[in-house]
C-alpha cells in the first residue's frame, strides 16, 4: 500500500482583544492583546505582527516579531495606545493587526476591534483674583481713590479637548490688559495630564 504523503500547510490566524473594552477617557492607555496561532502542519518562524494605530519613535507602524510557532501553538504580543483628542472628537477607537511570515500574504483581522470613548467636553471655568494693588506685592483690606488693582483671570478647561479662541473680557469700566493686550484676549486652553494618575490640569492664565 503506497501511503499519501499530506500536504504542507502553514496557515495562521490572528485574534485581538483590548483592555478596557468600555468608554475611554482622553490620555487613558488601551492595550491590546494580539494572538496568532499557527493553523497549520509545518513550523513557522519570524512571524511579524503590527498594529495598524501604534506607531514606533521613528514615525512607522511598531512591529513584533514571534520568532517561532510550531503546529496548534499561540503566542501573543502587547501594543498600548494612548487616547488622543482626536479620538474622542471620532466618538471611536477602531484598530486591527496584521501578521505576516515569509513569502505569504498578511493575515489581517476579519473585524476590527472598536472601543468607544467617552462624549466630547467643552466645560470650563473662569476664575478672577485681585493680585496686587499699586505694585506693591500686598493686599490692603480697603482700597482708596487712584489706586491701581491687578487682577489675574485664569480660565481652566474641564472638558478633554483643547478650546480655541477663548475670549476673555473684564466687566469693570477703565480696565487694562497688561502687556498690551486688548479688552478681548483670545487664548488656546489645552488639556494636559497633571500626575501618574493621569489627573487632568487644564488651565490658560491671562
Known amino acids: 500500500e503506497v501511503e499519501t504523503p499530506r500536504s504542507v500547510e ?21 492595550t491590546y492583546t494580539v494572538t496568532v496561532k499557527n493553523t ?8 511579524e505582527v503590527v498594529d495598524t494605530i501604534v506607531f514606533g519613535e521613528d514615525g512607522n507602524l511598531e512591529t513584533k ?21 482626536e479620538d474622542i472628537l471620532n466618538g471611536e477607537i477602531v ?8 513569502n505569504k500574504i498578511p493575515t489581517e483581522l476579519d473585524e476590527p476591534v472598536i472601543v ?3 462624549d466630547v467636553n467643552k466645560d470650563y471655568t473662569v476664575v478672577k483674583e485681585l493680585v496686587d494693588v499699586n505694585n506693591s506685592l500686598e493686599i490692603p483690606e480697603k482700597v482708596k481713590l487712584n489706586d491701581v488693582l491687578t487682577y489675574e483671570i485664569t480660565v481652566e478647561n474641564i472638558g478633554n479637548i483643547t478650546l480655541e479662541n477663548v475670549l476673555v ?36 492664565k491671562i
Not at 497549520?40 to 512571524?47: D, H, L, R, S
Not at 516579531?65 to 483628542?85: D, G, H, K, Q, W
Not at 484676549?185 to 489627573?199: A, F, G, R, S, T
Open 10 to 30: 502553514s496557515t495562521y490566524g490572528v485574534e485581538k482583544e483590548a483592555t478596557p473594552d468600555t468608554k475611554v477617557g482622553l490620555h487613558d492607555v488601551l
Open 40 to 47: 497549520g502542519n509545518m513550523t513557522v518562524n519570524n512571524i
Open 65 to 85: 516579531v514571534i520568532e517561532t510557532l510550531e503546529p496548534n501553538e499561540s503566542a501573543s504580543v502587547i501594543f498600548e495606545y494612548t487616547v488622543t483628542e
Open 95 to 102: 484598530n486591527s493587526a496584521i501578521a505576516t511570515i515569509e
Open 116 to 118: 468607544p470613548t467617552v
Open 169 to 204: 473680557e473684564d466687566s469693570l469700566e477703565g480696565v487694562k490688559f497688561l502687556n498690551n493686550q486688548k479688552g478681548i484676549k483670545e487664548v488656546i486652553c489645552i488639556p494636559q495630564v497633571k500626575n501618574l494618575e493621569d489627573e487632568l490640569l487644564r488651565a490658560c
